[in-house]
C-alpha cells in the first residue's frame, strides 16, 4: 500500500466512523469552490460534501450538465483548500468504468462519494440490480479508502411507499454503499426507511422542511443541503447587488 492510499484509506476510516456517532447527525455542509469550503472549515464542520447542483451553478452549467473533467477539477480545488475529508458529488458516474471514477476520485483527494441510481440516458430509475452490481465494482476497487453514499431516487419519481425505497437500500447496504440517500423523502418516512434498510440514512434539508437537528431526530444519520447553501449565498449576493445598485442610482 502505497502512503498516498494509506492516507486516504485513514481519512475515509475517520469520515465513515462519524455516520455511527456519537455526534449525530452528522452535518455536511456542500462547499461549491474553494472559497466556501474553507468558510466551512472555519467554522468548525469535521467534514463536507460537495454538491453537484452547486458546483454546476458556480461554473455555469445547469445541473446534470456538468462535464466530468470539469467537476473533478472544482472537487479537486475544495480538497485543496481545507484539511477536512471531502466527499463528491459525481452524480451517476459519467459513463466511467469503476477503475476510471475511483481513480478519479482519488486524483481529486476526494475519500467519499454520492453515486445516484437515475439512469441519465433514458431519464428513469436504473434496474436496482444492474446499480447494486455497478457498486459493488466501485467497492472491489477502491476498498476502504472511500465512503459510499448511494442515492436512491425512488421519491424523484412519484415513490409512495417505501418498499421499493428499502428494496433497493437493501441491495445497495449488501453491495458495500456505507450510507443511503432517498432523496426527498417524506421526513416521516426516515426512521422506518432506516429501520428496512439498516445502514446510515442521508436526508437534505429543503427550504421549507425541518432543520438538520430536526431530520437527526426523525432518523437521519447524515445530512446535507445539495444546492441550497450556494443558492443562499446568492440570494444573498443578489441583495447586496441590489442594494448597491439602488445607491449608485442613474450612475451605472
Known amino acids: 500500500m502505497t502512503t498516498a492510499h494509506a492516507n486516504a484509506t485513514a481519512t475515509a476510516a475517520a469520515l465513515r466512523a462519524l455516520h455511527h456517532g456519537p455526534g449525530l447527525p452528522l452535518v455536511l455542509p456542500g462547499p461549491w469552490d474553494a472559497a466556501s469550503a474553507q468558510v466551512f472549515a472555519d467554522a468548525g464542520f ?45 452524480e451517476a458516474g459519467y459513463g ?48 476502504d479508502a472511500l465512503v459510499i453514499n448511494a442515492r436512491i431516487d425512488t421519491y424523484l419519481y412519484g415513490a409512495q411507499d417505501t418498499e421499493e425505497t428499502v428494496r433497493r437500500g437493501r441491495l445497495y447496504a449488501a453491495a458495500g454503499a456505507d450510507c443511503v440517500y432517498p432523496i426527498l423523502a417524506p421526513p416521516p418516512l426516515l426512521a422506518e426507511l432506516a429501520a428496512g434498510i439498516g445502514i446510515p440514512l442521508n436526508a437534505v434539508v429543503t427550504p421549507d422542511g425541518p432543520s438538520p437537528r430536526e431530520l437527526g431526530t426523525l432518523g437521519a444519520a447524515r445530512i446535507t443541503f445539495g444546492p441550497g447553501l450556494q443558492q443562499r449565498a446568492m440570494a444573498a449576493l443578489a441583495g447586496m447587488a441590489e442594494q448597491l445598485r439602488e445607491e449608485l442610482g442613474a450612475e451605472l
Open 46 to 90: 469535521s467534514a463536507l460534501a460537495t454538491p453537484s447542483a452547486g458546483i454546476a451553478a458556480s461554473l455555469g452549467y445547469e445541473d446534470g450538465k456538468t462535464p466530468a473533467d470539469e467537476m473533478f477539477a472544482a472537487v479537486a480545488r475544495i480538497v485543496r483548500a481545507v484539511d477536512l475529508p471531502v466527499s463528491a458529488d459525481v
Open 96 to 143: 466511467l468504468s469503476a477503475k476510471e471514477l475511483v481513480g478519479r476520485l482519488a486524483d481529486a483527494g476526494a475519500v467519499g462519494c454520492n453515486l445516484e441510481d437515475t439512469d441519465h440516458a433514458t431519464g428513469s430509475l436504473r434496474d436496482p440490480q444492474e446499480q447494486a452490481d455497478w457498486l459493488a465494482e466501485v467497492r472491489a476497487e477502491a476498498g
